[in-house]
């Protein structure tokens, strides 16, 4: 899961009108759509986890496999996802260094402190597996993905972290590459991006590596520079893929089809272009004040938790292992009533997170830099073409 975010500061207007040149970044409007489809991608990971642990026997178990059992491709919408909003939210003349330094800020602390969950976890609770020096030191680096037999030591979805950190070392040198490139280029680099996909499903398939490639950061890059190129192209006021609805249900058909492929890396194929032309789609409804079900404040503030939720909710189900046992397979009142307990514990604890880590610990980082920045004068507008989809970025 990574992770990168859309805070949603309120719903923007419909931009009415037409402009030859981009708004200043202050006025940027923010994509509350995004955030509140970030909330279910997490929800779907978590049911994934359900599945995984075996809450539910008999029919109530066929029935989450069949909700559930694609869960894992949440991660893939978070990697789309990522790309396409630091892509919008880059800063003209933004550095490396800050740019760096705002990352670790926001998803650093989170890791940190689940991090030593997890460490107490393996020190207090049974069956739990104790990490080597190695490798708890590179799951704290966030590198623990590029070692398969590493990639879920302690917590274990922070492998999805450690791709993106990877994302966002290269990310410096995509926005330059692609505010380089015009329409055309732009196009040419999203469709060599999914035919990269395609290919390594396919060596995946036929076993050409010794392990799968599905935690490799090297491998999830494609599906992060897609969605950076879909954003640019939403920047430019060139996107022209279908609405809101057309891709919901692109993506819902690409998730159920899921179970016809091997599970791993080769199932990224079955959602990858409707999760791209899902999250340009909600940001262009959220531009043109078009209705989206995403932008309801509940899903906004869940969106909100998500990172945090993602982080902490599989923490909780391992822990319960030790009171209900590996896979008890209950009955279908005895699994929902354990899924609703450990949802609730994993939301409230998401809660305590954002409210106590993520958001002070993210001001304390930044604090000093931001409170010694020198007044800048204005940045020059970026031209874009006359359209009523050419938006400005949102706040990072």
């Known amino acids: 899961m990574t992770t990168a975010t859309t805070r949603a500061l309120r719903t923007p207007p419909a931009l009415t009108g037409t402009t ?7 006025a940027n409007p923010s994509l509350p759509s995004l955030t509140g489809l970030r909330w279910m991608a997490a929800l779907l990971v978590f049911g994934l986890h359900v599945n995984n642990f075996g809450y539910f026997g008999g029919t109530g178990a066929h029935v989450v496999f069949w909700g559930f059992g694609a869960g894992a491709t949440g991660v893939s919408f978070f990697f789309v996802l990522s790309g396409f909003v630091l892509t919008w939210s880059a800063r003209p003349g ?31 609770l049974a069956h739990q597996t104790k990490p080597v020096p190695k490798q708890a030191l590179a799951t704290v680096l966030l590198l623990h993905s590029w070692w398969h037999p590493w990639w879920q030591t302690l917590n274990p979805v922070s492998w999805s972290l450690a791709c993106e950190a990877f994302f966002y070392a290269t990310f410096p040198l995509l926005i330059l590459v692609l505010r380089r490139l015009g329409v055309r280029g732009s196009v040419v680099l999203g469709a060599l991006s999914v035919a990269a996909v395609v290919v390594l499903a396919w060596s995946d398939l036929h076993h050409w590596w010794t392990y799968t490639l599905y935690s490799f950061p090297a491998a999830r890059l494609p599906e992060f520079v897609l969605g950076a190129v879909t954003a640019r192209l939403v920047l430019l006021g060139k996107w022209r893929g279908p609405g809101l609805e057309a891709s919901l249900a692109l993506a819902i058909l690409g998730y159920f089809f899921v179970p016809q492929f091997r599970p791993g890396y080769p199932a990224t194929l079955c959602t990858l272009v409707g999760f791209a032309l899902l999250i340009p789609a909600a940001a262009v409804a959220d531009l043109n004040g078009h209705p989206s079900l995403w932008r309801h404040r509940r899903l906004v503030r ?7 939720f993602y982080m902490i909710h599989l923490l909780v189900l391992r822990a319960g292992t030790s009171l209900l046992g590996t896979k008890p397979h209950f009955g279908a009142l005895a699994g929902l009533a354990v899924t609703a307990t450990a949802f609730a514990i994993s939301l409230g604890l998401s809660w ?10 993210r001001r304390l980082l930044l604090r000093r830099r931001t409170s010694s920045a020198k007044p800048q004068p204005p940045s020059q507008p970026e031209a874009v073409p006359a359209r009523r989809e050419a938006p400005a970025g949102t706040a990072d």
């Open 20 to 26: 030859n040149a981009r708004l200043p970044p202050a």
């Open 94 to 124: 933004d550095r490396a260094l800050a740019f760096w330094r705002r990352r670790i800020a926001r998803v650093y602390p989170v890791h940190l402190v689940t991090l030593g969950v997890a460490v107490l976890m393996t020190l207090t």
């Open 302 to 308: 869940l969106g909100e938790l998500s990172f945090a």
């Open 352 to 361: 305590v997170l954002y409210e106590a880590v993520e958001c002070p610990a």
